[in-house]
């Protein structure tokens, strides 16, 4: 009989739970079977050789990193806690393609060796084939060819929902809510998956391809590889997706009829203003200029998620936003420079609901009372075995710390390959 371990990672053994982004994810370890020892087993806890992510360590969350621990196990079965992350530049590419390694620091012997996923939202751009190709499964089968659950993402981004996440200070939380929601049911499919984003001021020759998004034929409609499974993407009951781009994505950042390129990323990570100033502009360009940069579903509201590149596209919205919180340090929902409206639809300064820091968002909140739309096509909001965060009907406030770095916060399970980890 060998001393056996138990390792619980995001508050749980199963494996469901093994899947780390850069924040800081709760573990804790303890001794299951002593083996006979009476005395404190002496381990080292690190990255197991031949990972391709790598790990970092932490005595607490905001504590400083090391790419290893030291720890002393008590053989009664007390749990030592710590937090371990993906070491930011160094995600997985595959499903337990990275190890969590305890040795005994005395025998050098391996105790235990835990497959993890340093599961990040990468550049479309840059994805492995196997990577791309999980994603364009995974969402060609949420669709099936119509009559999937996809349709319910479909339904809740029409014209006259548009007041939901649109024209005010809520786009970006409901949008950042409405990817997540998405990117959990794809990872029901493949727990591997995340929605990679398209970063549209920078030219995408590997994005707009037959292999991946379809390049545009004389017809208009996106034209793909008889492998590639959006061939028979269906919408509204119409097979294909309708895009023509004003620009050549091989070569150019994306840019309307009219010749307008979307705003470059350093011009919105560097606003140095609060997010009252930063939104309205935001929402325009790039966000609309880059919907604008086609004919076709994608450039209108009420039929832009007919195309998947909708998903891409508002992947990169998100980015952008993360990584202006992350230059400026706007990660505290109580800072006004965080968010405006910091109370409820109903009280002093509040926005329209659905806007304001504690309102709940339709549609996951199921409610259907005017000025909300009559129906709710997602409720409640899909939990995740990584976290139970936000809840199943979110609010405003519960999109804006995806980190979890204020106290007693927990990350909502996502991060960008670009974007840092970065507590006080």
């Known amino acids: 009989m060998a001393i056996g371990l138990e390792l619980t990672i995001n508050d749980t053994t199963d494996q469901g739970g093994r899947y780390l982004t850069w924040a800081a994810t709760p573990c804790q370890l303890r001794v299951s079977a002593p083996d006979g020892a009476v005395q404190p087993i002496p381990v080292t806890i690190s990255t197991g050789a031949g990972s391709r992510g790598r790990l ?68 479309a751009n840059l994805l492995r084939p196997a990577e791309r190709d999980r994603f364009l499964s995974a969402i060609a089968r949420l669709n099936n060819q119509g009559q999937g659950l996809y349709q319910n ?72 590889l008889p492998s590639n499974p959006l061939r028979v993407w269906t919408t509204d009951g119409q097979i294909g997706i309708l895009r023509r781009p004003f620009f050549e994505p091989g070569t150019s950042a994306a840019h309307d ?3 307008q390129r979307v705003r470059r990323e350093a011009v919105i990570v560097g606003f140095r203003g609060p997010f009252s100033t930063l939104t309205g502009p935001f929402e325009s360009n790039p966000h609309g200029s880059a919907h604008d940069s086609f004919s076709g579903h994608v450039s209108a509201i009420g039929s832009a998620v007919r195309d998947p590149l909708f998903f891409l596209l508002h992947c990169n919205v998100d980015r952008l ?22 109370g409820a639809a109903g009280t002093a300064n509040a926005t329209r609901i659905g806007h304001n820091l504690r309102d709940t968002m339709w549609p996951w909140n199921g409610d259907t009372r005017n ?18 965060l936000p809840g199943p009907a979110p609010t405003v406030g519960s999109m804006i710390d995806f980190q979890g770095l204020g106290p007693d916060a927990h990350h909502l399970g996502f991060d960008y390959d670009d974007v840092p980890y970065q507590p006080e």
């Open 56 to 123: 970092e360590f932490r005595m607490s969350r905001d504590g400083q990193a090391a790419g290893q621990l030291r720890a002393e196990l008590p053989v009664d079965g007390e749990a030592v806690a710590f937090f371990v992350s993906g070491r930011f530049g160094s995600p997985s590419v595959d499903d337990g393609d990275t190890h969590i390694e305890i040795r005994n620091r005395d025998t050098g012997a391996v105790l235990s060796s835990v497959p993890v996923m340093v599961r990040i939202r990468k550049n």
């Open 371 to 388: 000025p909300r739309p009559a129906t709710a096509p997602r409720t409640p909001f899909p939990d995740s075995p990584v976290t139970h």
């Open 321 to 342: 936003w993360a990584k202006w919180q992350w230059f400026n340090r706007r990660f505290d929902p109580q800072d006004p420079g965080t968010y405006q409206f910091n």
């Open 153 to 224: 993402y479909r339904d809740t981004h029409v014209d006259n929902t548009r007041l939901e996440a649109h024209g005010r200070h809520g786009f970006l939380p409901w949008h950042r809510a409405y990817l997540l929601d998405l990117e959990r049911e794809l990872q029901r499919i493949d727990p591997a998956v995340t929605i990679p984003y398209w970063r549209f001021d920078q030219p995408a020759p590997n994005v707009f391809t037959a292999a991946f998004l379809g390049t545009t034929g004389t017809s208009g409609f996106a034209r793909f």
């Open 257 to 259: 009829d009219n010749g």
